[in-house]
């Protein structure tokens, strides 16, 4: 992540306080099996994070200064439920009260089993052709990501951007910037590595 986008002191601290959140509720070291099946030795829990009242608000100014700077176009953040939901909640919220409103939507794993059958929740306020960015928390092999970006495109919206919070740096970049822009707050090594 270039870090030239949070020069201003302010952000500079809100980068690092939610840094030290996710170290500090988010990351563990221990064996884990991945949602992409794979085994790992570490694990980060960002809904411990966004879910907090103080999380969701840096994860919102953050966040939103990222889309500010790679994705001016953008008009709406969503991403693969369950994980992107308080994402995409918290970046609509402080849009709103930046006066830039950002629309929030969520990608459904199934499509919904009665009405319409949509895989878009908050499809009344998108329309075909607007700019997304799609956000997520953990991006390891990059298949949740991809899933989004493929539903989001199939609803005819226009994905300019991805934005994540943590890149596991497994491959995952790599498999998502195949198909759109990636900016990641925060990497491996900024959990491992205690600055």
């Given at each position: ?92 919220l402080v ?19 009665h009405g ?27 298949a949740s ?51």
């Amino acid at each position: 992540m270039s870090h030239d986008l949070f020069d201003h002191p302010s952000l500079v601290h809100q980068r690092g306080r939610l840094l030290e959140l996710l170290r500090e509720l988010s990351y563990q070291e221990r064996e884990v099996i991945l949602s992409s099946g794979q085994r790992s030795n570490f694990y980060i829990d960002c809904k411990q994070v966004s879910l907090s009242a103080e999380g969701h608000f840096l994860i919102g100014q953050l966040f939103g200064r990222v889309i500010a700077a790679v994705a001016p176009r953008a008009e709406a953040v969503g991403g693969l439920t369950l994980g992107a939901d308080p994402l995409a909640s918290a970046v609509s919220l402080v849009s709103f009260l930046a006066g830039r409103p950002l629309h929030a939507f969520i990608v459904r794993k199934e499509p919904k089993g009665h009405g319409t059958g949509q895989w878009i929740e908050g499809a009344q306020n998108l329309r075909p052709g607007m700019p997304v960015v799609i956000v997520e928390d953990v991006i390891t092999t990059g298949a949740s990501t991809l899933r989004a970006v493929e539903r989001a495109r199939g609803a005819e919206l226009d994905v300019v951007h991805v934005v994540a919070l943590v890149d596991r740096e497994e491959g995952g970049r790599q498999a998502v910037t195949a198909r759109a822009p990636l900016t990641a707050l925060f990497v491996k090594r900024d959990f491992t590595t205690q600055s």
